[in-house]
């Protein structure tokens, strides 16, 4: 299975979305597992970590070493989540390859979430953008823009401000601006349209999809991403995750689902089920009592199920 000929980027992002959002805390030790057994099944992007202060989020607080551990695996590309320039300062110094920032298009959820009004988000990423050219011109700078399709604070999120938002932050020099369902609240109709308009307004600038499947649309949803383009995909083993700040959001769309999607319409993924299963056992030795999701690994792989969509 080469690399060269993957078509649709899987970023594994459970270790950060899926792991910051429940109770328990993994030990450093089974996150290395972890990582290793994602690395071994064909993942090839994983967030890792977020840099944010421990007191905050103690499920976080090793950030940085695992930000090492995962630097040792040949072509990961190695992801950490960061809220402003002191987490991007950490991050890098840590040794990360890219960094992503979410900044919501929801004035509600932005004040909710990283205490900034979406004009401050900008200045902030405008120190970051600085300190990375002055000091690692080599990191990729990601920005997520969250609640694009509706929040749980505000309700209706204006898509003229979606689009704003992410022609703002290509602006100010960040690399690429994705679109995150934070709250589980699009459809795939909605999806086509702001996806297409972002393509318009920032160009092969356009980055991931981040969607929930907090009301089952997880799957139809990254479907209709895919129809309108997108290459790069969010989700998370066992469907971990969701945001502690949006009340009620749970659930990313589950990696061994999607991947299972992508499969059998024979797009190439780069992964392998089987060893994705074995990675979810992985997770859950390390997470005993959480809820592990996931539709494919339940029912197991189709009769005669091989890759290329052929069965
Ligand atoms: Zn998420």
Redesign the pocket.
């Known amino acids: 299975m080469s690399n060269a000929s993957i078509e649709v980027l899987i970023s594994e992002?459970g270790p950060r979305?899926g792991l910051q959002s429940i109770q328990s805390i993994m030990p450093t030790a089974n996150k290395e597992l972890w990582i290793n057994a994602l690395y071994q099944s064909g993942i090839r992007e994983i967030e890792v970590a977020s840099f944010v202060p421990a007191k905050l989020l103690p499920q976080m607080a090793d950030a940085a070493d695992v930000v090492r551990y995962a630097k040792t695996f040949p072509d990961l590309t190695v992801l950490a989540l960061v809220p402003n320039l002191k987490g991007a300062e950490a991050a890098i110094q840590a040794g990360v390859d890219k960094i992503t920032i979410p900044v919501s298009a929801s004035a509600a959820h932005s004040l909710a979430n990283v205490r900034k009004t979406r004009e401050e988000m900008i200045e902030e990423l405008k120190k970051i953008i600085g300190f990375r050219n002055a000091h690692a011109p080599l990191v990729q700078v990601e920005v997520g823009i969250a609640t694009a399709f509706g929040c749980t604070l505000q309700g209706m999120v204006p898509e003229d401000e979606v689009i704003w938002l992410a022609e703002q932050v290509i602006e100010v020099g960040v690399d690429e601006a994705g679109l995150?369902d934070?709250t589980g609240y699009a459809n795939p109709a909605q999806i086509k349209r702001l996806f297409k308009r972002l393509r318009n307004a920032i160009g092969n600038k356009a980055g991931a999809a981040?969607l929930?499947n907090t009301r089952g649309l997880g799957l139809a949803n990254c479907l209709a991403a895919y129809e309108e383009g997108v290459r790069s995909f969010?989700s998370?083993m066992g469907g971990l995750?969701?945001?502690p700040y949006a009340p009620g959001a749970s659930g990313?769309v589950v990696t061994e689902d999607l991947v299972f999607m992508f499969e059998a319409m024979g797009v190439n993924t780069g992964v392998s089920l089987e060893k994705l299963f074995e990675a979810r056992e992985v997770l859950r030795l390390g997470l005993p009592g959480e809820a592990i999701y996931g539709m494919v690994p339940e029912a197991g792989l189709p009769k005669g199920f091989s890759k290329k969509g052929s069965i």
């Open positions: 992002v979305d995150s934070t981040h929930h969010d998370s995750g969701g945001c990313n």
